[in-house]
């Protein structure tokens, strides 16, 4: 199976940047996503990393290191509104099909 | 464009009765699709997934089945429902690099 780990919580002000650690073991890696889900929401795709290096949309930016099996997702310039739940899921290739396994979920709180 | 309909939103049955969740997926043609179970408070468990009509890979033994009897269709069932079948259902579909949710589905057992 996957084991994947990520911390329970994290807090942090308002215009401040936040890492959020994601490390994972698995065989048939084929991907890994985080994902933002806001308390009583579905998740949604924030992004996606197949191979190593660093990933940047807007103020969000994810790291993979496929060696060490191991990302982070960077939270710049923090707003209220980046309170949420943020998920670390890896794709693993499987022969009945790629199968997408989270971690428990970090929970971000912003204050001001 | 795809999209995904997942429903109902909200659902309340007693122990013991039958359930049945539909999600269906439109604008893509043979999605890679998902059930997942979120407890309150915790990560998404995956209950199944499905590549393709009548096939079915089920992740952890459970009071819970998975068909799809249509290649957009992703029907979880229950002939019996337990106190711990309680949380919140999410149905995915992922084709490509992404996977995207449905509204999910909050069933409290009582």
């Known amino acids: 199976g996957q084991n994947i780990d990520q911390p329970t919580e994290m807090t942090a002000t308002e215009g401040a940047i936040v890492q959020i650690n994601c490390t994972y073991q698995?065989?048939?890696?084929?991907?890994l996503f985080w994902y933002q889900q806001h308390a009583g929401e579905a998740p949604t795709f924030l992004s996606y990393?197949?191979?190593?290096g660093l990933e940047e949309k807007g103020r969000f930016s994810s790291f993979l290191s496929r060696s060490k099996g191991y990302s982070y997702l960077l939270l710049k310039e923090l707003q209220m509104k980046d309170s949420a739940s943020y998920l670390c899921a890896v794709r693993v290739f499987k022969a009945a099909g790629n199968k997408l396994t989270f971690g428990g979920g970090t929970r971000v709180l912003v204050k001001p | 464009s795809q999209t995904i309909h997942q429903w109902p939103a909200t659902l309340v049955q007693p122990v013991g009765s039958p359930l049945s969740l539909e999600c269906t997926v439109e604008g893509t043609s043979n999605p890679n699709l998902y059930w997942y179970r979120q407890a309150a408070g915790r990560g998404l468990q995956l209950l199944f997934y499905s590549v393709g009509i009548g096939q079915i890979s089920s992740e952890v033994p459970q009071n819970l089945s998975a068909s799809r009897p249509q290649d957009r269709q992703f029907i979880l069932s229950s002939k019996k429902l337990l106190l711990s079948d309680s949380g919140f259902y999410l149905c995915a579909w992922k084709q490509g690099a992404e996977a995207f949710f449905g509204q999910g589905t909050r069933l409290t057992v009582v």
């Open positions: 698995t065989s048939g890696f084929n991907g």
């Open positions: 990393n197949v191979l190593d």
